[in-house]
């Protein structure tokens, strides 16, 4: 099955940017742990007063959502001049609005749960990982592989899982990294 990576990803936006330079920028919201850039793309008048912000792509599980989401973008770029919604026409709508898309959150984490060790560009954090893992495997006393292990993964590179501890102080809990509430 085909597996919608963080390359693509990439290669998506980029394409759309270029497609629409006029209707979309692309800024980096930040760089994640093992180098990848955390992407916010934009469509619609960047000094806007209103803007609406779409972010998916925290862990393996929504890269369905992030490419729908950039779906949606190239469907409604490619009707920008022509679209309408209600009696408004999109191009109206954009005037003083703007669509901020974060397509991934967590590319580091999503690369693990869809290469294992081989998501990871770092070494040395392809040695840590591997051991969180290993640690994880033996805790959990389930007998599974490591790719296994992986293949749910949903800590960024660092093993600080970003969804169950949004706004919680990471990292702070009393267990290990790569552990459910790290």
Same mark, same amino acid.
């Given at each position: ?8 990803? @990439? /290669?998506?936006?980029?394409? +759309?940017? #270029? #497609? ?9 919201? $930040? &760089?994640?742990? %093992? $180098?990848? #850039?955390?992407? =916010? ?7 806007? =007063? ?10 393996? @599980?929504?890269? @369905? ?8 973008? @190239? ?7 022509? $679209? /309408?919604?209600? =009696? ?10 703007? &669509? ?7 590319? %580091? $984490?999503? *690369?693990?749960?869809?290469?294992? +060790? ?5 070494? *040395? ?12 495997? /033996?805790? *959990? !006393? ?11 993964? /949903? ?5 600080? %899982? ?8 990471? !990292? ?8 459910? !509430?790290?």
């Amino acid at each position: 099955s085909y597996v919608y990576s963080y390359s693509a990803m @990439e /290669k998506g936006i980029t394409k +759309l940017a #270029q #497609q629409y330079p006029s209707l979309v920028k692309i800024r980096s919201v $930040g &760089v994640t742990f %093992d $180098g990848r #850039q955390i992407y =916010d793309f934009i469509i619609g008048n960047t000094d806007a =007063d209103r803007e609406l912000i779409l972010a998916t792509g925290m862990t393996a @599980e929504d890269t @369905e959502k992030t490419r729908l989401f950039l779906d949606d973008a @190239e469907n409604f770029l490619m009707n920008y001049r022509t $679209g /309408k919604t209600g =009696d408004r026409s999109y191009e109206e709508l954009f005037e003083n609005a703007c &669509v901020h898309i974060i397509p991934m959150r967590n590319p %580091d $984490g999503i *690369s693990i749960a869809q290469f294992g +060790l081989d998501g990871i560009r770092n070494t *040395s954090q392809k040695h840590r990982i591997r051991s969180i893992a290993l640690i994880n495997i /033996k805790n *959990s !006393g389930k007998d599974m592989s490591l790719s296994e292990y992986f293949s749910t993964w /949903k800590a960024n590179a660092r093993g600080i %899982d970003l969804e169950y501890n949004a706004g919680k102080g990471s !990292g702070t809990a009393k267990t290990f990294p790569g552990a459910e !509430g790290y």
